[in-house]
Structures are given as structure tokens and as C-alpha cells.
């Protein structure tokens, strides 16, 4: 009996070892070093990519299009998005507004082949933004931008009106969206064959395995410089890195934060990071009856933050601390209308002691009986570090935080669409995917748009913060040159985190690129739908 | 379905207490000795573990985050810099507690049902055989996952979920020990004797019960143990920052190249737990188990049907 | 025979029933609107005739029993309604993620097959010798260890330390064997520390002790007499097995991004798909009862007391 009992204690130190032995790395990260050989054009890249996010054909029910990355590079838009947040030329060369105000006219490239070799004109312009719609695919794009489905005319082989049912002077800006990309007249782009007329075609599909793409050696553009790319879907983060880390992978997207600085420090691999693309924001419920309805709590809440510690622990320094809403590029030069919040805890302190919120003998203030505790949402996604790290930066400065996780997004917005909302803080990293520099703010804070009413500055009506953010929304909408509009849009961002202290940034988060050595790609771009591979080659081996 | 069912009215049928002095043989058992001290320690280790634990297991230090075990770190801090070992002691204070509560709970009503059941009439045993039944025709995790989605996160919750996917299992057997009971002579008397139905419960059917249930709840323990972990390991679990050994496991996985030590620590200690209650429970069970010699090799004729039903239906 | 088949398909088929009502009454009482949320998937800002119309689509317009009645029979001609998550219908989503799951189950019932009948028999044979010991050692921590902590051992052992196996994924068979093996662990451990036991009772009965005086020697008895006669009580926990192999898959699709049925389920939960839980849940409960309905079966076949007690 008592070998047996030896025998466990054994195994069970067996077992320890297994997992024993890590250490946290010392080395920093490196920047890419240049390949040295050449790109190989008939080399394959290997990618491991996150959650397969292809949705395939319609229920019969109204389907959205299947919007993934490689639908700029199978299909293409009118317009590209290019990582400096500048418009280029997409399937169209140029593009003006007419003179009445409201039509915008797309003159298209010429000489463009789909892949199946059939020549692309105007038709398939009016059939991807018109009569496809009515076939059961609703593009959320469309009617967001031209607000009707027969609103796109042709005037000739290559010149098409897009008239929108109200003027839309951000139009172009919109329709960069992979959503809104052309597809071939009569088809559509989540069924086979999958023609476009980008620089990769489409070879085969197992639903969450892979997607295998081929060059197109008909491409109108910059070319591929690798001939094959097989993408293969790994959900788990850890399991792509270790996809990078083993050979099965060439590159690597969303490369978890915490591998950069060890991944970058060993010498077979590169990591590649964009300019912050994906923005951490923290938004304040200010419905009345929260305790965040209160401008001295959000302004403390604001203040408490440390950004820092936040971009540090939670993503290991792969971001800038927070300022902006979006990418910095978005708003142009207008960007430093908007000024970085810095922590300031004795500012925090002091806000809330003359709002006469008392420190308690547990260092949690309250006012009479009321105790300052806020409910910090946070979605499944969203990583235990960063909701642990806004807790305990608040508890500086005597803010009780409880966190509740949401399991999904239904609980989410069961909680946001009630009206009520039982929380104070929601932590969500959100995209802008769009060229419309106004997109994000007034998605999600415009009284006209938004579903969620509890953080727009004008949303709860008891406590009107005054017109100032939606008269600034018109302007964007207005805005003759996108100058303009980024300037509105910069300021609706200023409103929101430096006066009202309703969004609170936290960081601007890179997107994270692994690869083996002999990979090279260049043009990380911060939105990852509009993200192309024209950069991307891999050396002969 | 008579798989179960075959086999659980057999454990009930070993599960009759013999009443002979067998608590020697338990102590020189060494391997449930071992589990038995584990799991006693263990569960004290949760009960004090405000004042044995060296730091705030809430406490971050951002200054000092993925540390090596040291001195002031006996297993090094986390990925916020907290302090490990104190996560873990405090984190058996919610797994096991969990785990405790759990099988109370899945103990309470599934004797009760299993009395109701036994005792009272033909319609209340169908009823409740029955849905018994139906919920034993899902793998337990399967149904747990369902019931905890839709009710939601956190601590009640899974515990409402654990005590309502594993009732049926103890509503069966102890009906069957009921039945078994009721047909002795003295029970048989007392009936003739015009003795009230919930009389009879109390004074001859209930203490019966209490040694089998006792085997039936250790065994189980490690059972839930798992399932809550799993359960939590999956998202469906405590908010943070509490620690949970589950949920500890499902934050840690991120740094399996960094830091898989965090992934260890958790893991190590549910497997260790589980471990504990499933020597004990052995050791436990040999003590009420008929079949089992004293000199016998560890997996006999008695031993391996409930051996088998504690263990299958792990995770 | 076919009496006792017949009654052990008779009770199965209400309890189906019964279980199929169970299903659907826990979806469907989970808090929220379940056509607000197929809306709101379909276009961000819902209107209420677009509610309505998903409303209808899901038959949530009609009674409760109604509802039940439709969503059963369409799961009799094969159609469980839309998914909210994929967009597509929740029967395609299943076929899709169906064969990854089956190649993982039997992959790792073979495995349980190959690894307990040796593994039990050298048990039995080495009986009371280090060999067994070890085996008991080995079976106790297969059923203590969690799944999903076994699973990522085996990822920093044999994937990241070793580089012999891909990490996750499914790409052909060197990705089929670490999930294999943490969904193996537990039924191998089980089984062949049941059959060594069985083994052992067989062994202490008299035509064996017979056929041993004649000279056979262990190997020979094992292969002669040993294995069909303990096979039966095997056999009875096979649906329990099966049952545990079910949910093993489940945790360790988690762990290997095996896209199964198992994590499809776990998906769905967590995304709030009603119509892929009710559907998931549905199959999974179906086969069990079906597995569970053969080995009553093969037990039946097996051992003919069983049979004479349907009779009764």
C-alpha cells in the first residue's frame, strides 16, 4: 500500500515538472528584420487565422453577406480604405458628387476580368448594390449609405449614379466597407463559384478547417508575390501561436499580446504590428438613477484610470494609451483637437470629495447611506486582466467596482435595450471599419442611431448635456471635404472623453502579426477587414 | 433504461451497512488514509484560508507579475501580479466549497425524492422515476451546460445546476435502499403495528440511510468537483476577480508558453482533490461493502459497479 | 428474445419523447425574446414587423404545445429551424461539424478498445504484482485528472516542447491524437480495471481452476474463457461509457479547436443560438439512448438471465 501511495506522490511530481519551468522572458521586442532572400512567387503561405466567420448560404430567412478579410481580396469594393485611413481606388478610378447635391458618380476601371474571365462593367455595380437585395441578402451598408436598393443607376459600361434617398456626402468613405463589394451580376458572393475580380481566387472551403486561395495571375493591380494561401481557423489564440511556433503556420494573425516580446525575441520568427487599430473603451452609463449619472463620478472615473498599467498588464505593450475613439489616422489633422487624459488620482479624489462622496473605513466612499459601487460589464471576450485592472485603479481613489461578466451578446443587449441597464461601466474593444471619420461615435452615441441610448450625450432626456454632440453629427454628415468632417468628428470624440467623460479611452491596441523568418509583410493596416496581402511574400526556403 | 438501473440496485443492495467493526481496516488502508488526510486538509486549508493565505489573493501589483516562487511568493504571482499561492487557497474555498455545497444539495433532494418515491404509493414512485429517467437519458454535462447557458453565470446558478442534472441518480438508489428497507421485518412490524408512513421514514428507514449516503457523497465529491471546474473552466463560472480553480485554469491558458506554471497550479490541485475524495471515498465504501476482504485486492467484485458509476460520468 | 427487445424499445421511445419535451420547455423558458434576437442578428436596429415576421418564423406566435408539436415534427423530417449565430439552417451547421466529432469518438473508442483489453488482462494476470499496482495507479489519476488540464499537458509536452504533434486543429491524423487520448483516458481506465476485476472472479471459478490443472496456462485461459465471460459486465457499463465519452468530447473539442459537435454546443450556449441548443442537445440525448438501447441488447445477447427477467 504504501508504494502505491510512493508511486502517486511520483507521478503526481511527474506532473508538476511537465508544467513547471516557465519563466517570464526578459528580452524585448525587436522591430522585423528585412528578409534577406528573395520572395519565392510560387511559395505558399500557411496562415493561421482566428474563429472561421464565413456564414454561408441564407436560411431562406434574410442573410447577411459573409464579411471576412479575404472578401476584399476575392471581391473587391469600389473604393479601398488604405491604412493611413486615405481612399485609393478601388474597382473605381475616381468618383464626384454631381451637381444637385446628391448623387455621387463612380467612374469605373476598365479592362477588369472576373476570375471565370468574363469582363466586369457597370451591371454588376447596379446588381451588387441593387436588385441582390431583394434575393434574400440584406447589406446593412446599403441601407445605411443609400437608404434604398434602387438607388444605384447605370450611365454607361463604366459610369454608375449611386443617389442616396438623402444626400450622403460621406458616401465614398462608406462604401470601402467589404460588405458593399462588387459582386458578379446574378451571383452572389457567400455561394459557389465565388468569382471576383481581386488578386486572389478562390480554391476551396471546409467550413471551420480551412479556406485555400490562388493568385490571380489576371489581377488588374499589384500582383501576389506568393502563388498559393491556405488559411486554416484557429479559434484559441494560444493554439495559432503555437500553430506559428511548431511549422504548421507561416504567419500568424492576431497574435496574442502577451507571445510578442518572446516571439520577437527568438530569432526564427518576426512579429509585425499595426498602428493602433482596435480601440479599448470603456463607456459610462449616464441613464438617470445610476450613480454615473453624476458627472463627478465619471469625470473621477476618467481620471483614476491608469493607462499605462492598462496597456502594460493587459496587453503587454503592444498599444498606445487611450485618446481617441478610432484610429488616429481617421481624424486627420483634427486629432489633436482631442486632448489625452493623463491619471490623475489627487484630481479623482478631489472631484469626488467636493461632490461629497466620503471615504469609508474600508476606503470605499458613499454619500449618506448611497455607497459608491459601480457595475463594470464586460463581455465574454473580454480578458480577466483588463476588468481586474480597471478594478483596482478605481479602488485607488475609494470606487467599489463590481465586475459581471456577460456570457454573450443576447445578455448584453437584453441589458443595454431595456432602457434601464442594470451597470454603470461596459468594456468593449470596438472596429471602425469605416472611412467615415464620424462612423464610430455617432454608431454608438448619435440619439438617431444609436440602440444604446444609455451613453449618448443626449440620450436620457432628464439630463440634456445640451445639443453640442449632435449639432457636431450634422456637421460630419454635412461636411463638404472629409477635412471637415474629421474636424466634426474630432469633436464629438472631445466631447465624449474630455467634457462629458462618457468614453473613456484606454488604448489603442495594435494588430499583432507572427511569422516565421522568411516572411515579410509590410502594410499592417489598423482595420482588419480592409486589410490586404499585396505586402506579404515569403522567401524561398 | 435498464443499464443504470441494473446497476444501481445492486449498489443499493451492497450498500446495506453491516455494522461490523471494520474502522481498523480503513486506517490501515493506506491509500485511503492518504485521500481522507488530503481532502480533511484541504478542506480546512479553504475553511481558515483568510488567515492562512500570505496576501490579499485580490491584490494586484502590476510591478510584479508572472514572479517565480520565492519566499514572499511560495508559487510566484499571476499575470496581474497576485499572489498565487493565496488565489489557490482562497480558490479552494469556492471549489470546494462548491463542491461541498453541491453534493448537500444534490444529497437533500435526491434522498428526498428517493424517499418520497420509495415510500409513498405507486403514482408518486412513477412520477419521479420517471422524470428521474428522462434527465438520466443526457450525459450530465451536456444538460449542465444547457441549464447553466440559460439561467446564467455565477455561483448559485451552478450549483442549482449541478444539484438539478445529478438528482436522479440519487433519487434511485435510495429508493432502492428504501424499497429494501421497508421489506425487513422490523420495518414490516412496525406497518402492522399501524406505525405513520413518515414515522416509520424517520425512525427506521432515514438512520439506514445515512452511512450509504455518506460513501454515496464522498465518492461524489470529486464528481462535482469536476463538473463545477469544467462548468467554469468553460465561462460559466464566477465573475472575476474571485479565484476558482476552474476558472483560474481557463485566464491561465493564455500563457501556456509564458507562464504555464499558472496553468499547473489550478490544474494540479483538481487533480489532486478529486484524487482525495475518490481514495477516500473508496476506503470509505470498503467499510460499508460486504463483499470487500481485508486482505483483497483493490478492485473487487463490490467495489468495481460503483467504481465504475462515480468515475464514468466524470468530465 | 424479441419480447425483451420489444419492452426495452417501448420504454425508450416515450422516454425520447419525454426527453425531446424537456429540451425544448428548458430553451424555451430561458429569459429574453428569442425573435428579437434572430432580428436584431439580421439588421441592427429591428423594426416590429421584422420582429414579427421572425416571431412567426420561429412559430413563437402559436401556444406552447403548438410550438412543441411544429419544432417536433420538423426534427422528424430533418428541420430544426434557422440558426441565429450561422445564418444557415441548424441541420446543415450539424452536418458540417458532425464528422469531425464522429472521426474524434471513434478514433478514441479505438484507442479505449486497444489500450483496455491489454491493459486489464495484464492486470489480472500480474494480479497483486507492481504491474497491477502501477495499472491502478495509472486508472485512479486518468479518473481524477480534468480533461481540460490533461489536454494542455499533452499540448506543452508532445506539441510545444516536443514538436511531434500539431497543437489543434484538424488536419489529418497526427492532429486526431492528443484529443484522442484525454477523450480515451477516462473509458480506458475504467474498462480495464473492470475487466481485470471480472477476470480475476473468473479466474477463482472451477472450470478454470479445472482448465488450469490440465495443464493451460494463463495466456491460454484468458483467450479461452477468460475474456467472453467477463466480458459481460463489461459490457453493462459500455452506455455509461459511452455517455462519458460523449462529454469528454465536449470539453476536449474546447481545448484542440476541434470543430465538432462539441464545441458547436458550447458555441451555441454561449452565443444564445435557441435553435442550436434545442438541436445539439436533441441529437446528443438521442444517441445516448440509442447506444444505451444496444448494449441492453448486447447484454441480452450475452447473458440470457437478462432476458427472463423481461419476461416476468
Known sequence: ??????????????????????????????????????????????????????????????????????????????????????????????????????????????????????????????????????????????????????????????????????????????????????????????????????PWKFVSYTPAQTAVFERNDNYWGEKPQFKKMSIRFYPDPQTRLEALKSGQADFVIDLPADATKALAADSNFKVVTSKPGRNHLLYVNKLEGRITNEKAVREAVAYSIDRKAYVDVVLDGNAEQGRWMAPQSVLGASANNVAQLTTDLARAKKVLDDAGWKVGSDGIRSKGDKRLKLILLGQQEVPESALVVIQSNLKAAGIDVEIKKTPDVATRNALYNSGKGDFDLDLEPPNQNDGNPAFLPVLRMSTRTATNIQFAPNGAPATPSGPAFEAEVDKSIAAKTTAEAQAASANMMKILSNDEYLVINLAGAYRIYGMSKNVSFTDPHPSFTNQTWGSLSIAAK | MSTPEVTLRQAGDAFVPQGQPVLRRFVRDASAMAGLSIAVLALLAALLAPWLATRDPTATNFGSRFASPSRSHPMGTDNLGRDEFSRILHGARLSLGMAVAGTVGISVVGITLGLVAGMYGRLAETLIMRVADVFLALPTLILALVVVGLLGQGLRNLIITIVLVQWPGYARIVRGMTLKVRERDFVEAARAAGTSRLRIVARHVAPNLVGPVVVLSTLDMGRVLLAVSGLSFLGFGISPPTPEWGAMLADAKIYLDRAPQLLAWPGLSITTMVLAFNLAGDGLRDLLDPHTTDDGPGWQKGRRRRRARAHLSTT | MARYFGRRLLVAVPTLLALSFLIFALVSSAPGDPSEELARRRTQDPKPAEIAEAKAELHLDRPFLTQYGLWLKGALTGDLGPSFAKKRPVVDEIKDRFGATVELAFAALLLVVVMAVPLGVLGAMFHRHWVDQGLRVWALLSASIPGFFFGYLLIIELATRLKLLPVAGRQGLPSLIMPAIVVAALPTAVISRLLRASLLEVFSDDYVRTARSKGLNSFQIVARHGLRNAAIPVVTYLGTVFGGLLEGVVITEIVFAWPGVGRLTVEAISQRDYPMIQAVVLMAGTIYLVVNLAVDMLYGVLDPRIRLEGRR
Open chain 1, 1 to 198: 500500500m504504501r508504494r502505491k501511495a510512493l508511486a502517486l506522490v511520483m507521478l503526481m511530481g511527474i506532473l508538476a515538472a511537465a508544467c513547471g519551468g516557465g519563466s517570464d522572458s526578459k528580452n524585448t521586442a525587436q522591430t522585423a528584420t528585412t528578409v534577406s532572400s528573395k520572395p519565392d512567387p510560387n511559395g505558399e503561405i500557411r496562415i493561421a487565422a482566428n474563429e472561421d466567420q464565413w456564414p454561408v448560404n441564407g436560411t431562406g430567412a434574410k442573410a447577411t453577406h459573409f464579411m471576412y478579410v479575404y472578401n476584399v481580396n476575392v471581391y473587391e469594393p469600389l473604393v479601398y480604405l488604405a491604412s493611413d485611413y486615405t481612399l485609393k481606388p478601388g474597382l473605381a478610378l475616381r468618383w464626384e458628387l454631381q451637381p444637385d447635391g446628391k448623387t455621387w458618380r463612380f467612374f469605373l476601371r476598365q479592362g477588369v476580368k472576373w476570375h471565370d474571365g468574363t469582363p466586369f462593367t457597370a451591371d454588376d455595380v447596379v446588381w451588387s448594390w441593387g436588385p441582390r437585395q431583394n434575393e434574400g441578402k440584406t447589406l446593412s451598408t446599403v441601407q445605411g449609405t443609400l437608404g434604398s436598393a434602387d438607388a444605384v443607376k447605370k450611365i454607361d459600361d463604366f459610369t454608375v449614379d449611386f443617389t442616396p434617398t438623402s444626400p450622403n456626402l460621406r458616401l465614398p468613405e462608406q462604401i470601402v466597407h467589404p460588405e458593399g463589394a462588387i459582386v458578379k451580376n446574378g451571383t452572389h458572393n457567400d455561394t459557389a463559384p465565388y468569382s471576383g475580380t481581386g
